[in-house]
């Protein structure tokens, strides 16, 4: 095996927040998973609020564990990416942004539409947006928030 070769690993939310200290120490880098199996398994929705459904993007409680886990792996000097429905979401990507999320794995469409959401968007103005979106109450709240400051 090569030595640049670099070892990472997949954790769901809330594993993620809760063990990003240890899981820092032994992988190079890890990838916040939000894979929409449930969604797709018990048909539900994932932007509605009635549904128990982890990776509402815009839910600010779901935001505080990715901030959480972030911070968590910064800390040891590791990056962190995401994957799934939640890097997907345009809206949602200047506030993972500016939380530090350094990587993002999402598709070909929605790169289009996240990259018009952050156009001239300075990193100083997604951590403003991001800290704001923290202490808000509902994922309707974040979401009506987020699209009067940007303008895509």
Known sequence: VADDIQVGMMVEIPAA????????K???????GTNDLIQYSMAAD??????SYLYQPYNPSILRLVNMTIKGAHK???WVGMCGAMAGEPYAVPILLGLGLDEFSMSATQILKA??????LSYADMQKLAEKCLNMDSAAE???YVQSEVKA
Do not use: C, H, Q
């Not at 927040?17 to 240890?22: G, H, K, M, N, S």
């Not at 032994?26 to 916040?32: C, G, Q």
């Open 115 to 120: 990259r018009k959401v952050v156009t001239g």
């Open 17 to 24: 927040a809760v063990l990003a200290d240890e899981f820092s």
């Open 76 to 78: 040891n000097g590791k």
């Open 26 to 32: 032994y992988a190079d880098f890890f990838s916040i």
């Open 142 to 144: 974040v979401l009506g």
């Open 46 to 51: 994932r932007m509605s609020e009635n549904v």
